[in-house]
């Protein structure tokens, strides 16, 4: 009698695990009939035409992917971040809430970057709604440690366009100081021959004068800037002493 029981009772726990993995199931359908309802039909349909059918099937598809990259070079323009590489994986589906985990990894200029969060998205009677969480972001920096507190806030609240854009902020300001020392470097060759008291510089270019010998027979070497001349003594390296004439 009490093997009965406990057959009667393992029967209705499978029972009703079931009727729990058909819901399971008619939710999932009704979530791919809403989120991929296009693409299921387009492929049916690709499955049931001819072949002058299929080639303008495949024609359109063409046509939308490079629609597709034109948008995303144009928008990696104007954001000036570039995405290498997406990973979508779903955690929860249910019939009013579905959560994912992403995985990006792209750059800002020379500064490269790899984020994971998690993307909630519930259904409501007026729309549906999104939340982040769990943000956790690696970055390949040599400048990190100015970058480190911030991005440490930015974690914590989770506020995924806050980094986008002051990433892009930062970067922007790292390529203006590096344009900046560039700009003011002088190259060894140029400050050798500007240490030399035997020069000549004017606006379009750089030459020696021939030593000459000035009444007292000291050797003297002259440089031309623009207008003015300047005479210093050829055997002193002391640019203290150059005259302005």
């Known amino acids: 009698m009490e093997d009965v029981r406990m057959l009667e009772a393992q029967i209705q726990h499978l029972q009703t695990e079931v009727s729990a993995l058909q819901d399971q ?17 387009t492929a049916i349909l690709l499955l049931e035409a001819d072949e002058e059918e299929k080639e303008e099937f495949v024609l359109k598809l063409k046509q939308e992917v490079e629609e597709l990259r034109k948008t995303l070079r144009w928008q990696a323009e104007i954001n000036g971040i570039s995405m290498k590489s997406c990973k979508i994986k779903t955690l929860q589906s249910s019939g009013s809430k579905q959560v994912q985990h992403l995985f990006i990894a792209g750059h800002c200029g020379d500064m490269d970057f790899q984020m994971e969060f998690w ?13 982040i969480s769990n943000l956790n972001v690696v970055m390949d920096a040599f400048n990190l440690r100015s970058f480190s507190s911030l991005l440490s ?6 506020n995924l366009l806050l980094f986008f854009r002051t990433l892009r902020t930062f970067s922007n300001r790292c390529d203006e100081r590096r344009q900046t020392f560039q700009h003011f470097q002088i190259s060894s060759t140029h400050e050798n021959f500007a240490n030399s008291p035997r020069f000549c510089l004017s606006s379009s270019h750089m030459f020696h004068d021939k030593a000459r010998l000035q009444g007292d027979g000291t050797e003297v070497g002259s440089c031309c800037l623009g207008r003015s001349h300047i005479v210093a003594p050829a055997s002193s390296p002391d640019l203290n002493s150059i005259e302005l004439l």
Do not use: V
């Open 25 to 41: 199931l008619q939710d999932q359908q009704k979530n791919m009939a809403f989120n991929l309802g296009d693409q299921m039909q």
């Open 119 to 131: 993307l909630s998205e519930i259904k409501e009677a007026q729309g549906s709604k999104r939340m």
């Open 153 to 158: 806030g930015m974690e914590e609240d989770w």
